[in-house]
C-alpha cells in the first residue's frame, strides 16, 4: 500500500510535537495501541528529528515528518526515516526537493489553485477530494473511538 493509500484509510493523522526525543516512542505506541497506525513528528522543537528516528526504529506506526518548512529540513527528515512528509504551506521549492527525494509531501492548501501548483511543483497528488477533507464526521468519529479507547486502556 502507498502511503497516501494508507493515510487515507487512517482517516487521522495525529500530530506528535516531542519535547524530547524519549518521550516520542511511548506517545506513539499509545497511539498505535489505541488503533492509530500513522502519525506526524513535527520539526518545531529540536527533538523533532531524534524522535523519527526513535519512533521509526521502535514501532511500526508509519511515521511523517511534519512542519517542514525548507528544502533543508528534507534530507535530514528522510535518513531519519519519515515515509512523509506534511508542510504548513505550499513552497514550491520543498515540494520538488522532497519528490527529487521520493518522499511523498501533504503541503498545506487551502484552495484548488493551490492543490494544482503543488501537482506541477513535484507530482504531488491529491490524496483525498476537497469534499472528503472538508467532511468532519468523517474525521471526528474515529477521533473519538481512538481517543475512548486509549482512556479506557489507561484506566485499567
Not at 506526524?40 to 506506526?61: H, Q, Y
Not at 519519515?82 to 503541503?107: E, I, K, Q, W
Not at 506541477?120 to 467532511?135: F, H, I, N, Y
Request: net charge neutral; no cysteine; charged share 25%.
Amino acid at each position: 500500500m502507498i502511503v497516501f493509500e494508507r493515510i487515507v484509510q487512517e482517516r487521522m493523522l495525529p500530530a506528535v510535537t516531542p519535547t524530547h526525543a524519549e518521550d516520542a516512542p511511548p506517545a506513539a505506541g499509545a497511539l498505535r495501541a489505541g488503533g492509530i497506525g500513522a502519525i506526524e513528528i513535527t520539526l518545531r522543537t529540536r527533538a523533532g528529528i531524534p524522535a523519527i528516528e526513535r519512533v521509526t526504529a521502535d514501532t511500526d506506526i508509519l511515521v511523517g515528518a511534519g512542519t517542514v518548512r525548507t528544502v533543508r529540513d528534507i534530507e535530514p527528515v528522510a535518513r531519519a526515516g519519515a515515509a512523509f512528509t506534511v508542510a504548513p504551506g505550499l513552497d514550491d521549492d520543498v515540494l520538488r526537493a522532497a519528490a527529487n527525494r521520493g518522499s511523498p509531501t501533504l503541503p498545506g492548501i487551502a484552495a484548488a489553485t493551490g492543490a494544482q501548483r503543488a501537482m506541477r511543483a513535484g507530482g504531488w497528488r491529491l490524496p483525498w477530494s476537497a469534499v472528503e477533507a472538508r467532511d468532519h464526521a468523517a474525521i471526528e468519529t474515529p477521533a473519538r473511538e481512538a481517543s475512548q479507547r486509549l482512556r479506557a486502556e489507561a484506566a485499567t
